[in-house]
């Protein structure tokens, strides 16, 4: 079972930055794909960013440029850093670790972190 904590979330105004931290427990980390969403009041969950075991990574196309994903599978940690922040950036954020398996797959999330962008 692998547990998962987000850190780094808070206020920041239109233009900042932000570092989110997900640091998992439990687990073998270096195994599991790690994926960002994020959910905002009213909306549906949305997928920001994904990295592979092999640190291949992808975007959503509202956050291209302006959000990096990166693993260090030595601290068990994923990061996302996150410029030029929007105020329509505004969610909770979410870790995702995500392993497929033969006839099913693993799932863990972490429990999100608070990013609000405003002035």
């Known amino acids: 079972q692998v547990q998962l904590v987000e850190s780094g979330g808070g206020l920041v105004q239109p233009g900042g930055s932000l570092r989110l931290s997900c640091t998992a427990s439990g687990g073998i980390f270096s195994i599991y794909a790690m994926l960002w969403y994020r959910q905002a009041p009213g909306k549906q969950r949305e997928l920001v960013a994904h990295i592979t075991t092999g640190s291949i990574t992808n975007y959503a196309d509202f956050v291209k440029g302006r959000f990096t994903i990166s693993r260090d599978n030595a601290k068990n940690t994923v990061y996302l850093q996150m410029n030029s922040l929007k105020a329509e950036d505004t969610a909770v954020y979410y870790c995702?670790?995500?392993?497929?398996?033969?006839?099913?797959?693993?799932?863990?999330w972490g429990q999100g972190t608070q990013v609000t962008v405003s002035s």
């Open positions: 995702n670790a995500y392993r497929r398996l033969t006839a099913t797959s693993e799932d863990y």
